[in-house]
């Protein structure tokens, strides 16, 4: 069953390639912003989703999780590939964009934190 969460890496990637890429047009930068960020989130997000379902079988609750813990490596691969240099030169809007988008994501986890039942934070 860890080909489920495969697919669901894959579709995250690409959307959130997409969803970059068309950011970076929207913005005026001929580069992708934020797409690894996007489907990292995306990925968070569809998750979470499933298991507030309770779709996950243990089987496919599995592919899911260890897709979930191997993101990170994937995620530092993924940005090495965008050129940061091309984003910086299209102006400060992305700098700012950045800054706001790591605001944003700072000021989210005592949300999502806020959302564990005791058993599940290890208490």
């Not at 979470?48 to 995620?75: C, N, Q, R």
């Not at 910086?88 to 809007?93: A, E, H």
């Amino acid at each position: 069953m860890v080909i489920y969460g495969v697919a669901i890496l894959a579709l995250c990637t690409v959307v959130g390639a997409a969803l970059g890429d068309l950011l970076g047009l929207a913005i005026g930068v001929k580069a992708n912003v934020g797409g690894v960020g996007i489907a990292m989130l995306l990925l968070v997000a569809i998750r979470w989703w499933l298991v507030k379902a309770g779709t996950l079988t243990p089987g496919f609750k599995f592919g899911v999780e260890f897709w979930s813990l191997m993101y990170i490596p994937i995620v530092v691969a993924m940005a090495a590939q965008q050129n940061v240099v091309a984003a910086v030169k299209g102006g400060p809007v992305v700098l700012v964009a950045g800054v706001v988008a790591v605001a944003l994501s700072f000021a989210c986890v005592p949300l999502l934190a806020g959302r564990k039942k005791p058993d599940e934070a290890g208490q």
